[in-house]
């Protein structure tokens, strides 16, 4: 560490370490006292610029002159893109020339340096943050979804293993049925066979008797039986069954099983978006400002989602959703499929809304104009859901008996992940039929305001528990936290609302309590424009609060 300065030390001369520093040589970048402001200037006088201390490096150093070293540059030769002296000037060589005074160039120059800095690290450097979290995200699905697609192949190869032996057995009853067929037909050959012998048999006794005998009339009335016993039954005879079996055509087999198709690369020029240029600050205002209020006429108004500042979508307990622009006027509404109050809504990238139906059990988007069913699900409850930023669907849901709750991911009708539980296998949300809005944030991470528990719940994009959130007690306020609705803004703080206490709370990404946002009449639904305004859907009143909570930047 620096001798001359410590944490609990002010900082000191630079020269002699002892007396605290009073100027600042812009030259050499020197800590100074003012006993040792002579000694540092007593070699070469002219270069250095000592300045107090609370000014230091607002002297512009001036490059010296490569053909004349006592002096100093101040102009730029635009002609011959070199940097001047006066007596540069003065030769015939830039006789005629155009030229530019240094310092307006570096205040130019320090303009545009400070714009590019601030680009940079409100548009530029978050927009790769964001690229680059996304392609975390998908190498961390890699093994989850092709897991999927063998398991999905696993499946169908059991799926013929049973077509199979069902094929076979039908076949082994078949030839039992046939054999079965074949003995009786032999047996009752052989039974008529042996009636036959046994008439033979008979007949022969008779002969024997009759031939020992010397009564006249029983040799007279003998009748011959011979020709009977010579003329023999017809030959029975049962052809054995053959198996067929048929040639396997290895590639006509794979076909029938299914085919795989191998991954598409692609590359769009434009395929990633510049994130918009920040006009807030990232600084909270002292006290929130109320911009508009949006009338919906809804007598209580439970979700709100943006396309744009002009598209505000809404819904409450009935059964159509409406769209509303910043003037309260009505610009659509839509009627739900089953009649039903939708249980939550979500606008996609694209403009495309999704809302929840519980009464179906399904999620359903309206596409040019039509409701199309795109997931039902089958033993559990829709409650809320949002889209993220790579338009997949984070969906809450209960069981039907309400014992168990859980946020699955789904990429379009295909389910891609499922969050139900901590690293000890306890569950992360409250097994009941509470809402539970979702809002993902800038991170990936995903957080749930889970009104049944009192509780926010943010897990990481692999659904790691990162922390939960039980409320920030209010001085005024003794009712227990509530929270009703979650958003998130462009810094990745969390917003949540909090219906008991008539409030919203404001949150860093890492949970700690920033603000309030007090006054807002039972906040139900949030969420957050491009400029970083809230917008507040106010259950009982029925109206859109839009509230300004960043300060401006200066």
Same mark, same amino acid.
């Given at each position: 560490? +620096? @001798?001359?300065?410590?944490?609990?030390?002010?900082?000191?001369?630079?020269?002699?370490?002892?007396?605290?520093?009073?100027?600042?040589?812009?030259?050499?970048?020197?800590?100074?006292?003012?006993?040792?402001?002579?000694?540092?200037?007593?070699?070469?006088?002219?270069?250095?610029?000592?300045?107090?201390? &609370?000014?230091?490096?607002?002297?512009?150093?001036?490059?010296?002159?490569?053909?004349?070293?006592?002096?100093?540059?101040?102009?730029?030769?635009?002609?011959?893109?070199? *940097?001047?002296?006066?007596?540069?000037?003065?030769?015939?060589?830039?006789?005629?020339?155009?030229?530019?005074?240094?310092?307006?160039?570096?205040?130019?120059?320090?303009?545009?340096?400070?714009?590019?800095?601030?680009?940079?690290?409100?548009?530029?450097? @978050?927009?790769?943050?964001?690229?680059?979290?996304?392609?975390?995200?998908?190498?961390?699905?890699?093994?989850?979804?092709?897991?999927?697609?063998?398991?999905?192949?696993?499946?169908?190869?059991?799926?013929?293993?049973?077509?199979?032996?069902?094929?076979?057995?039908?076949?082994?009853?078949?030839?039992?049925?046939?054999?079965?067929?074949?003995?009786?037909?032999?047996?009752?050959?052989?039974?008529?066979?042996? &009636?036959?012998?046994?008439?033979?048999?008979?007949?022969?006794?008779?002969?024997?008797?009759?031939?020992?005998?010397?009564?006249?009339?029983?040799?007279?009335?003998?009748? =011959?039986?011979?020709?009977?016993?010579?003329?023999?039954?017809?030959?029975?005879?049962?052809?054995?069954?053959?198996?067929?079996?048929?040639?396997?055509?290895?590639?006509?087999?794979?076909?029938?099983?299914?085919?795989?198709?191998?991954?598409?690369?692609?590359?769009?020029?434009?395929?990633?978006?510049?994130?918009?240029?920040?006009?807030?600050?990232?600084?909270?205002?002292?006290?929130?400002?109320?911009?508009?209020?949006?009338?919906?006429?809804?007598?209580?108004?439970?979700?709100?989602?943006?396309?744009?500042?002009?598209?505000?979508?809404?819904?409450?307990?009935? #059964?159509?959703?409406?769209?509303?622009?910043?003037?309260?006027?009505?610009?659509?509404?839509?009627? =739900?499929?089953?009649?039903?109050?939708?249980?939550?809504?979500?606008?996609?990238?694209?403009? +495309?809304?999704?809302?929840?139906?519980?009464?179906?059990?399904?999620? /359903?988007?309206?596409?040019?104009?039509?409701?199309?069913?795109?997931?039902?699900?089958?033993?559990?409850?829709?409650?809320?859901?949002?889209?993220?930023?790579?338009? +997949?669907?984070?969906?809450?849901?209960?069981? #039907?008996?309400?014992?168990?709750?859980?946020?699955?991911?789904?990429?379009?009708?295909?389910?891609?992940?499922?969050?139900?539980?901590?690293?000890?296998?306890?569950? %992360?949300?409250?097994?009941?039929?509470?809402?539970?809005?979702?809002?993902? #944030?800038? /991170?990936?991470?995903?957080?749930?305001?889970?009104?049944?528990?009192?509780?926010?719940?943010?897990?990481?994009? /692999?659904?790691?528990?990162?922390?939960?959130?039980?409320?920030?007690?209010?001085?005024? /306020?003794?009712?227990?936290?509530?929270?009703?609705?979650?958003?998130?803004?462009? &810094?990745?703080?969390? *917003?949540?609302? +909090?219906?008991?206490?008539?409030?919203?709370?404001?949150?860093?990404?890492?949970? %700690?309590?920033?603000?309030?946002?007090?006054?807002?009449?039972? @906040?139900?639904?949030?969420?957050?424009?491009?400029?970083?305004?809230?917008?507040?859907?106010?259950? *009982?009143?029925?109206?859109?609060?839009?509230?300004?909570?960043?300060?401006?930047?200066?």
């Amino acid at each position: 560490m +620096d @001798p001359s300065f410590t944490l609990q030390d002010t900082v000191r001369c630079g020269l002699c370490k002892n007396h605290i520093v009073q100027n600042y040589c812009d030259f050499c970048h020197t800590n100074l006292c003012k006993l040792c402001i002579g000694e540092h200037i007593s070699n070469d006088y002219d270069k250095h610029k000592v300045v107090p201390f &609370q000014e230091r490096k607002s002297s512009l150093i001036f490059p010296t002159c490569k053909l004349h070293s006592n002096k100093t540059c101040h102009l730029h030769c635009k002609s011959c893109d070199a *940097l001047l002296c006066v007596l540069c000037i003065a030769s015939d060589e830039h006789k005629g020339h155009d030229f530019r005074v240094l310092e307006d160039i570096y205040k130019t120059k320090k303009e545009c340096i400070e714009k590019d800095t601030r680009e940079i690290e409100n548009v530029i450097a @978050p927009t790769y943050e964001e690229i680059k979290n996304e392609l975390i995200y998908q190498i961390a699905s890699v093994d989850r979804e092709y897991e999927k697609i063998t398991k999905c192949m696993s499946e169908q190869g059991e799926i013929w293993h049973t077509e199979v032996d069902k094929v076979i057995n039908k076949m082994k009853n078949e030839i039992s049925e046939i054999k079965k067929n074949h003995r009786t037909i032999l047996e009752k050959h052989l039974n008529e066979i042996k &009636q036959i012998k046994s008439l033979i048999e008979e007949n022969l006794v008779t002969l024997n008797n009759i031939e020992e005998s010397n009564d006249v009339s029983k040799i007279v009335n003998y009748r =011959t039986r011979l020709n009977e016993f010579r003329k023999l039954p017809p030959k029975v005879h049962v052809k054995m069954p053959t198996f067929c079996s048929k040639p396997i055509n290895g590639e006509h087999f794979h076909e029938m099983i299914g085919t795989l198709k191998p991954f598409v690369l692609t590359s769009h020029e434009n395929g990633y978006k510049m994130k918009s240029q920040e006009v807030s600050s990232g600084e909270l205002l002292d006290i929130p400002e109320t911009v508009s209020i949006v009338k919906t006429g809804y007598r209580h108004i439970r979700s709100i989602s943006l396309y744009s500042e002009e598209n505000i979508w809404t819904s409450g307990k009935v #059964n159509y959703i409406k769209c509303f622009n910043p003037d309260s006027k009505c610009m659509k509404t839509i009627t =739900t499929k089953s009649g039903e109050w939708p249980s939550d809504i979500a606008v996609k990238s694209g403009g +495309d809304l999704v809302y929840c139906d519980f009464k179906m059990k399904t999620l /359903n988007q309206i596409k040019d104009g039509k409701i199309e069913e795109i997931i039902r699900l089958c033993g559990w409850t829709p409650i809320n859901l949002c889209v993220t930023l790579s338009d +997949d669907f984070l969906v809450a849901m209960c069981s #039907n008996d309400t014992t168990q709750s859980k946020i699955v991911r789904f990429s379009g009708y295909i389910e891609k992940q499922t969050i139900q539980f901590d690293d000890k296998g306890k569950p %992360l949300y409250s097994g009941n039929s509470a809402t539970k809005h979702i809002a993902e #944030n800038k /991170n990936h991470d995903i957080c749930v305001a889970d009104c049944g528990a009192s509780t926010v719940v943010v897990v990481d994009l /692999n659904g790691k528990l990162r922390f939960i959130y039980s409320g920030y007690a209010l001085e005024s /306020n003794t009712n227990h936290f509530l929270p009703s609705g979650i958003a998130t803004d462009s &810094q990745s703080r969390i *917003l949540t609302a +909090d219906s008991n206490n008539h409030c919203i709370h404001i949150l860093d990404k890492d949970g %700690l309590f920033l603000h309030f946002i007090k006054n807002i009449k039972s @906040p139900h639904g949030l969420c957050v424009d491009k400029l970083d305004q809230i917008y507040v859907a106010n259950y *009982l009143t029925g109206t859109v609060k839009i509230v300004k909570y960043l300060k401006d930047i200066t």
